[in-house]
């Protein structure tokens, strides 16, 4: 399982990032299957493993920061055997997932609160906690258009638009990546998820940053929307990740080089707000 989660993450098959670390901390637990002869030999296999399910993709702040915390306060602990050991694993690995979904779970309701209703909404990628707002809003009677971009070249937009397809109360519209400048003027609002904010720059599938920057010129608001978690006020650098060229164009590229970049940088001052399971944040 551990092996599997961290091949899925690398490859980008989970897109939310709250959800790749619930999924990482949950893999841990195949450690407690496991027979070990001394409790050293479990601490460093437990160290091992969260290692590799990190470095699956270290631009993930919150798969960074559950990996770190079961790992760490379960070694902190000193236990004396791999029983007790364990004991502490599930337990923490339990208290992290809940933390996790907690905090998606409020920012969501806290997001959900502050969409108009009747609004026409453009969002960007695939967001678990932008989609559980606007569900939540539309169980309290409120109503959207919302335009999605299919967030070239994976096209996972393609998987936020099924996904409110099928929400009664929201009108969905799937449009390229290139075609958001042209569709903003009709927006009241962008609505975008966020991977991490580091140092006053949100970090986010690329395409965000442009999105950001048109919505700025043409006056409509940008909100960031995830769990508090999501914000690092330090002993984090985020490490983009370029990914294969061959999601961009399928035939060799003869001649000539592909960059391919996963994520991008947006000041967080082409943003009106960010907003998380503590409520809106200031910079």
Same mark, same amino acid.
């Given at each position: 399982?551990?092996?599997?989660?961290?091949?899925e !993450?690398?490859?980008?098959?989970?897109?939310?990032?709250?959800?790749?670390?619930?999924?990482?901390?949950?893999?841990?637990?195949?450690?407690?299957?496991?027979?070990?002869?001394?409790?050293?030999?479990?601490?460093?296999?437990?160290?091992?493993?969260?290692?590799?399910?990190?470095?699956?993709?270290?631009?993930?702040?919150?798969?960074?920061?559950?990996? *770190?915390?079961?790992?760490?306060?379960v070694?902190?602990?000193?236990?004396?055997?791999?029983?007790?050991?364990?004991?502490? %694993?599930?337990a923490? !690995?339990?208290? &992290?997932?809940?933390?996790?979904?907690?905090g998606?779970?409020?920012?969501? *309701?806290?997001?959900?609160?502050?969409?108009?209703?009747?609004? %026409?909404?453009?969002?960007?990628?695939?967001?678990?906690?932008?989609?559980?707002?606007?569900?939540?809003?539309?169980?309290?009677?409120?109503?959207?258009?919302?335009?999605?971009?299919?967030?070239?070249?994976?096209?996972? +937009?393609?998987?936020? =638009?099924?996904?409110l397809?099928?929400?009664?109360?929201?009108? @969905?519209?799937?449009?390229?990546?290139?075609?958001?400048?042209?569709?903003?003027?009709?927006?009241d609002? =962008?609505v975008? +998820?966020?991977?991490?904010?580091?140092?006053?720059?949100?970090?986010?599938?690329?395409?965000t940053? @442009?999105i950001?920057?048109?919505?700025?010129?043409?006056?409509?608001? &940008?909100?960031?929307?995830?769990?508090?978690?999501?914000?690092?006020?330090?002993?984090?650098?985020?490490?983009?990740?370029?990914r294969?060229?061959?999601?961009?164009?399928?035939?060799?590229?003869?001649?000539?080089? &592909?960059?391919?970049?996963?994520?991008?940088?947006? @000041?967080?001052?082409?943003?009106?707000?960010? &907003?998380?399971?503590? +409520?809106?944040?200031?910079?």
């Open positions: 399982m551990i092996d599997e989660t961290a091949r !993450i690398r490859e980008m098959q989970t897109h939310s990032s709250s959800v790749v670390a619930v999924k990482a901390s949950r893999a841990l637990a195949e450690l407690l299957d496991r027979e070990f002869a001394t409790t050293e030999e479990y601490l460093r296999s437990l160290e091992h493993n969260g290692k590799a399910l990190r470095r699956a993709n270290p631009s993930h702040a919150s798969l960074q920061n559950a990996v *770190r915390a079961i790992v760490d306060e070694t902190a602990a000193e236990p004396e055997t791999v029983a007790t050991a364990k004991e502490l %694993t599930d923490r !690995i339990e208290a &992290v997932v809940e933390r996790i979904e907690a998606t779970r409020r920012a969501a *309701r806290n997001g959900a609160d502050r969409l108009a209703d009747g609004a %026409t909404i453009l969002t960007h990628d695939y967001s678990s906690t932008v989609l559980s707002a606007l569900e939540q809003a539309v169980e309290d009677g409120k109503r959207f258009e919302v335009l999605v971009t299919e967030a070239r070249p994976r096209y996972i +937009g393609r998987k936020t =638009v099924r996904a397809s099928d929400v009664d109360g929201v009108e @969905p519209t799937l449009i390229t990546d290139a075609a958001a400048g042209h569709h903003l003027e009709a927006c609002r =962008v975008v +998820g966020m991977t991490c904010i580091v140092d006053r720059t949100l970090y986010n599938r690329v395409g940053f @442009p950001a920057a048109a919505a700025d010129r043409l006056g409509v608001p &940008v909100t960031a929307l995830g769990a508090a978690s999501k914000l690092v006020t330090g002993g984090f650098v985020f490490e983009n990740e370029f294969p060229g061959s999601e961009v164009m399928p035939e060799p590229a003869e001649g000539f080089a &592909v960059s391919n970049p996963a994520y991008d940088a947006t @000041p967080v001052d082409l943003l009106e707000e960010v &907003v998380t399971d503590d +409520g809106p944040q200031t910079f």
